[in-house]
C-alpha cells in the first residue's frame, strides 16, 4: 500500500489536533492549579471547615490528570471527525466550558470565595453536561468520556455546596 502525501498530510493534521486538544486542556489544569492546594496558597483552605468525606489532597491531582486527558481525546474526536464547520457549537462549547473549569479554582481558592464558586460550578456543570449531549450527537465514544467529568464535577458541586454552608 502506497502512502500518499494526503495521507501524511492528513495524519500529520490529527497529531497535531490530538496535541491541541489535549495542550488546551492541560494548560486549563495549570492555571487552575496555580492557586489551588498543593501549588499555590493552602493556608485559607487548611483553616476552613470541611465535611469528613472531603477527599484528601493527593487525590485530585491525579483524577483531574485523567478527567483533563478523557476530556481532550473527546474534543479531538470530536474535531477529527467533523472539524470546525461540522462541530462549532459543539467545540465552542467545550472551550467555554474549559474556561468556566479553570475560573472556578480561581474563584474558589484565590478569591477564597466559596459561594460565587457554588454558583460558578453549576454553570460549569450545565456547560458540561450540554457539551457532552452535543459530544455524544457526534460520538458515542467521545460522550462516554465525559461522563466521569460530570460525575466528578457533580460531586465537587455538592462538596462546594457542603464547604460554604459549614463556613458561612
Known amino acids: ?3 500518499t502525501s494526503n495521507s501524511r498530510r492528513e495524519h500529520f493534521i490529527n497529531i497535531a489536533g490530538l496535541i491541541f486538544w489535549l495542550g488546551i486542556c492541560y494548560l486549563t489544569a ?4 496555580q492557586v489551588s492546594p498543593g501549588i499555590g496558597p493552602s ?3 487548611e483553616s476552613i471547615n470541611k465535611p469528613g468525606w472531603n477527599p484528601p489532597a493527593w487525590l485530585f491531582g491525579p483524577v483531574w490528570t485523567i478527567l483533563y486527558t478523557l476530556m481532550g481525546i473527546a474534543a479531538w474526536i ?3 471527525n467533523y472539524r470546525w464547520p461540522g462541530a462549532n ?3 465552542v462549547l467545550f ?3 474549559l474556561a468556566l473549569n479553570g475560573a472556578w479554582s480561581w474563584i474558589f481558592f484565590g478569591a477564597q470565595s466559596p459561594g460565587w464558586a457554588l454558583i460558578e460550578i453549576l ?5 458540561i453536561v450540554i457539551t457532552t449531549k452535543l459530544f455524544w450527537q457526534k460520538s458515542n465514544l467521545a460522550g462516554w468520556m465525559m461522563v466521569p467529568y460530570i460525575l466528578w464535577v457533580s460531586f465537587a458541586a ?3 455546596g457542603a464547604i460554604w454552608w459549614m463556613n458561612v
Open 1 to 3: 500500500m502506497k502512502v
Open 95 to 97: 472551550l467555554i466550558q
Open 78 to 80: 470530536v474535531w477529527k
Open 123 to 127: 454553570f460549569l456543570l450545565a456547560a
Open 89 to 91: 457549537i459543539a467545540l
Open 158 to 160: 455538592v462538596l462546594n
Open 43 to 45: 493556608e485559607w483552605y
Open 30 to 33: 495549570w492555571i487552575g492549579a
